[in-house]
């Protein structure tokens, strides 16, 4: 069983759609992350919260609105999705250090299948 | 610029045969290197990790991988196959601060036969 809580594990949705991704964790890691996967590929990080703080944001469009409300919890806000945002979409938390490199082994939910319709 | 190379796209293994997936990396200070696998529908698992100190690491499900920094390589390892093993993996090296962020090779479907 994942450590990490992922909801819904399927949405289907309209491109004029808004829905919320949810990911919740209760390990005490303090660094969270949005990942993007189609199929047959790797997955490529889309946003880190560090500390309930956004450090990194891999150019991804305004449409996608990551939020982190507490440290157990971090959301993604869709609105106006293309039809190629398709994919799973995987949350994954770690330990984080402050200022130190990156060394903490990741843990991934099992992510939500979004399809757009 | 730092990246992850799986130079096998796809593998097919026997049951019970010993099993190596090949992973190299580029990355120009000391590596933080991982390898996880994915099942059908599954988010990603940690199998095994390494950051310093003895180059072959143990992992779970019974696999290991060797560190060689004169190759640049992370292979992974199995003496002997089960057919649950049949899964998509991915070496990552991780990279930057405030948290990891993780480069991932491309990965490597491994198919195993009876």
């Known amino acids: 069983d994942t450590e990490v809580t992922q909801t819904p594990k399927h949405l289907v949705m309209g491109m004029t759609n808004k829905k919320s991704l949810k990911c919740e964790q209760h390990?005490?890691?303090?660094?969270m992350y949005w990942y993007k996967q189609k199929a047959k590929k790797p997955p490529e990080l889309m946003f880190v919260?560090?500390?309930?703080?956004?450090?990194i944001n891999e150019s991804v469009p305004s449409r996608f609105s990551p939020e982190c409300p507490n440290s157990s919890l971090l959301n993604l806000h869709l609105h106006a999705l293309q039809p190629e945002d398709s994919a799973l979409y995987l949350c994954?938390?770690?330990?984080?250090?402050?200022?130190?490199?990156?060394?903490?082994?990741?843990?991934f939910g099992d992510g939500t299948r979004l399809s757009i319709l | 610029a730092q990246s992850v190379t799986q130079p096998d796209i796809h593998i097919t293994v026997s049951e019970g045969a010993s099993l190596e997936l090949r992973c190299n990396y580029s990355?120009?200070?000391?590596?933080?290197l991982f390898w996880y696998v994915q099942s059908p529908g599954q988010g990603l698992q940690l199998l095994l990790k390494?950051?310093?100190?003895?180059?072959l690491v143990q992992g779970i499900k019974g696999f290991e991988a060797e560190f060689k920094r004169s190759q640049s390589s992370f292979n992974l390892r199995k003496p002997s196959v089960h057919w649950s093993d049949a899964a998509e993996y991915f070496c990552?090296?991780?990279?930057?601060?405030?948290?990891?962020?993780?480069?991932f090779g491309k990965g490597t479907t491994l198919s195993v036969s009876s």
């Open positions: 990552a090296v991780g990279v930057g601060q405030a948290g990891t962020a993780l480069i």
């Open positions: 390990m005490g890691h303090r660094a």
């Open positions: 390494y950051f310093s100190g003895d180059t």
């Open positions: 994954a938390s770690s330990q984080a250090d402050r200022g130190l490199s990156s060394n903490q082994p990741q843990h």
């Open positions: 919260y560090s500390y309930e703080k956004l450090s």
């Open positions: 990355y120009g200070a000391t590596p933080y």
